[in-house]
């Protein structure tokens, strides 16, 4: 079946860091590909996403490219803020496009 | 509020008892889904439905778990004989339309179970 595996953490960063959270996915056929933020207190929140191959998400400086030939979606961000404090999840959703599969999670610390 | 809104927030019962979590998806979103989020883990899939019935079930761990939505809006997770083991946030998600392939998924603060 499908399955995500992202990097364990806690990532801890000093302000103004780079950022690079690893993930790698299991599925048949052509998964479109998400990036997941959970903040303090809130709930899961779109952050980018990509559906094709080479295809590359981006939103709040944070980049992920849609890699096949290494079955990945790597997260990254280049000058990371205190507000990026949080919990990443990897997902993805199969062919069927019902739902999503997440990863573990990924929680990132962000010291100013 | 325009979010997804689910109640209770927190819930804590004994084993043994029945509970019911509630979910009110975004006004006019057609897509619904449960999940569950085991300490340090990730959501998992329990449930989607599109409108009123469910369209992929396969995600319920066993018998004692069942979700309606009679009406297309708002849905109800029951869980019977509840078990230690079932303690989780149990979250909600809903979507305009379709999957997540199709739309967004818009997801509430969650209701945490706990079973002593």
């Known amino acids: 079946g499908d399955s995500v595996t992202q990097m364990e953490g806690p990532v801890t960063l000093s302000e103004e860091a780079f950022l690079t959270i690893n993930c790698t996915y299991t599925a048949t056929g052509y998964p479109s590909l998400f990036w997941y933020v959970q903040y303090p207190g809130e709930g899961l929140q779109l952050l980018l996403k990509a559906t094709k191959a080479d295809d590359k998400g981006s939103n709040k400086g944070f980049e992920a490219t849609y890699r096949k030939e290494t079955t990945s979606f790597h997260l990254e961000k280049g000058s990371v803020q205190v507000s990026d404090s949080a919990v990443y999840f990897c997902a993805l959703s199969g062919a069927a496009g019902n739902k999503l599969t997440f990863g573990g999670g990924t929680r990132v610390l962000v010291k100013p | 509020g325009a979010g997804v809104s689910q109640t209770p927030s927190n819930k804590v019962t004994e084993k043994g008892k029945y509970v019911e979590l509630r979910c009110d998806p975004i006004s006019g979103h057609t897509a619904l889904y449960w999940y ?7 959501p998992e899939f ?25 009406e297309g809006s708002v849905s109800t997770l029951k869980i019977q004989r509840t078990e230690r083991g079932d303690s989780a946030v149990y979250l909600c998600a809903s979507s305009l339309m379709g999957g997540p392939n199709t739309g967004e998924l818009f997801f509430g603060e969650g209701s945490r179970l706990t079973v002593l």
């Open chain 2, 46 to 70: 329990l449930i989607y439905f599109q409108g009123t019935g469910a369209a992929d079930d396969s995600g319920l761990p066993n018998d004692r778990f069942f979700a309606v939505r009679p």
């Open chain 2, 36 to 42: 569950r989020q085991s300490l340090g883990q990730g």
